[in-house]
């Protein structure tokens, strides 16, 4: 699938406000073909009571990442997709920072897609986790 030339990265920026991603305060900060970046501050509530990063933000950012990456995939005449499967391997954590996870689609078919997405510190390019998940593309009702 090739990237849709109606979605740049304001459109996928604009899809999160009052919802997850704006709270998280997620931002898209570059999208190329078959591959996207976001970027996410990490704020004290986004870290578990042991003082680590929490899991769930870390698949907050990397989730983001790869379903607006389908967004910007989905081929013409889908209506939308949904997450049907995910997996993340978490390698390191941070307690500040910006962090940066980059989707590259792996599988980009009419059904399905197939994204991965490593999410690094971005001072030190430490990778914190490897992340990978399947979108069903969403065909509308006849």
């Given at each position: 699938m090739k990237l849709r030339r109606d979605i740049?990265?304001?459109?996928?920026?604009?899809?999160?406000?009052?919802?997850?991603?704006?709270?998280?305060?997620?931002q898209v900060v570059r999208l190329d073909e078959r591959e996207l970046a976001m970027q996410l501050a990490i704020q004290p509530?986004?870290?578990?009571p042991n003082g680590f990063l929490h899991a769930a933000s870390v698949i907050a950012l990397a989730d983001?990442?790869?379903?607006?990456?389908?967004?910007?995939?989905?081929?013409?005449g889908a209506e939308s997709f949904?997450?049907?499967?995910?997996?993340?391997?978490?390698?390191?954590t941070a307690t500040e920072g910006l962090l940066e996870a980059v989707a590259t689609g792996?599988?980009?078919?009419?059904?399905?897609?197939?994204?991965?997405a490593a999410v690094r510190e971005v001072v030190s390019g430490r990778?914190?986790?490897?992340?990978?998940?399947?979108?069903?593309?969403?065909w509308q009702k006849r």
């Open positions: 740049d990265l304001a459109t996928l920026n604009a899809r999160g406000q009052g919802r997850l991603p704006g709270w998280f305060g997620l509530q986004m870290l578990a983001t990442a790869c379903g607006y990456a389908t967004v910007a995939h989905l081929p013409e949904t997450t049907v499967e995910l997996k993340c391997n978490f390698l390191g792996a599988h980009l078919g009419r059904t399905t897609q197939v994204w991965d990778t914190l986790a490897l992340f990978r998940c399947t979108q069903m593309v969403l």
